[in-house]
């Protein structure tokens, strides 16, 4: 799809700058495809119970269940972590292998490996966040840069 013949601008990537001897920038993109994610691990599925009357429901706080949703959404945060990582040149990972769900739990590990801090993996994790949502700032920003163009059209 084109507007006024164009298509939107992919978001710029968010540097993340680590300083200890040799300075290191990681670049993390937004927001992360999640097409692979939910093919490789798709979400649990509630236990059904039998109600009385023989009617049939999903029990939403069968610890089984919220087990398993918890480990669900770790494991969804950690693939956009390694996704959004990606944009930064000459990363490899040594543990993580798209498409492999039980993979996306080790990306504190890899960073750990690396040789981040928890305060630079606390870092990380915001910017993915930040770089995977809409902000208040990014509509503030978009509002305005769409009121100049049309302010622009009219003259």
């Known amino acids: 799809m084109k507007v006024r013949g164009t298509h939107l601008k992919g978001i710029e990537p968010i540097p993340i700058p680590i300083f200890r001897g040799e ?14 994610f939910d093919e490789s691990c798709p979400p649990p599925k509630p236990v059904m119970t039998m109600r009385p009357g023989g009617q049939s ?4 706080k ?4 919220v087990t398993q949703l918890d480990e669900y959404a770790k ?4 693939y956009m972590i390694f996704k959004s990582l990606q944009a930064t040149d000459g990363i490899e990972w040594e543990k993580f292998e798209e498409g492999k769900s039980d993979t996306y739990l080790l990306w504190q590990e890899e960073l750990r490996d690396y040789g981040l801090n928890n305060f630079e993996i ?6 993915v ?9 990014r509509v503030t920003e978009a509002r305005k840069s769409f009121l100049a163009q049309r302010r ?3 003259v």
């Not at 990681?26 to 495809?33: C, E, R």
């Not at 429901?57 to 939403?60: F, G, L, R």
């Not at 069968?62 to 269940?65: G, P, Q, V, W």
């Open 23 to 36: 300075d290191t920038e990681f670049l993390l993109a937004g927001p992360v495809d999640l097409e692979i």
């Open 122 to 127: 606390n870092r990380v994790i915001s910017t």
């Open 62 to 65: 069968n610890a089984k269940y």
């Open 57 to 60: 429901e999903p029990d939403y």
């Open 152 to 154: 622009r059209a009219k």
């Open 129 to 137: 966040m930040e770089a995977n949502s809409l902000t208040e700032d």
């Open 75 to 78: 494991k969804r945060i950690g």
